[in-house]
């Protein structure tokens, strides 16, 4: 993953956000004072967490968290039949609706910016094909809700 600039580290730390919300169950109030008071900027169990710009990092939660029943359909509307988002493990979801969100609330944000972020989110968790998976999705829904595609080649 190329060296990451504020907003870059605030998408990182808002999917680890996610995810955790995901799989522990914890509320956005709760994870974003956690993430701003512990996280941000700062070193956890010796390693560091790069600043981060924290309003960004605050909307791609909370607006996740606000339309994830908007976001849900779209994401599954860009997958194929035999991949539910269902079937996605937590990570994966947490990266995909990150980037849909942007896609979808971002205007000011250029699509292949939004893309390749997240890309290059996905390969600092996944080798295989997942980066892949979210470079076609999110190429999909870029050409549904903004009328353009431009992924970059994920290989």
């Known amino acids: 993953m ?11 730390a808002a999917v680890q956000a996610l995810y955790q919300m995901d799989v522990a169950g914890s509320g956005v109030f709760e994870i974003t004072a956690e993430y701003e ?16 710009d924290a309003q960004w ?5 909370t607006g996740v968290v606000e339309d994830q029943k908007t976001i849900d359909p779209v994401i ?3 997958l194929t039949d035999d991949w539910p988002l269902s079937r996605l493990d937590s990570t994966l979801r947490a990266i995909l609706r990150a980037g849909v969100y942007e896609l979808m609330k971002r205007e000011d944000v250029p699509v292949a910016v939004i893309v390749s ?22 190429d999909r829904v870029s050409r549904r809700v903004r009328g353009e595609g431009r992924g970059k080649d994920a290989s």
């Open 37 to 52: 008071a512990f996280r941000l900027g700062k070193e956890v169990d010796g390693a560091l967490y790069r600043e981060a």
């Open 117 to 138: 972020e997240y890309v290059d989110i996905a390969k600092a968790f996944y080798e295989e094909d997942e980066p892949k998976l979210v470079n076609a999705v999110l």
């Open 2 to 12: 190329r060296h990451a600039n504020k907003r870059g580290a605030a998408r990182l």
């Open 57 to 61: 990092f605050r909307a791609i939660l």
């Open 76 to 78: 599954r509307q860009a």
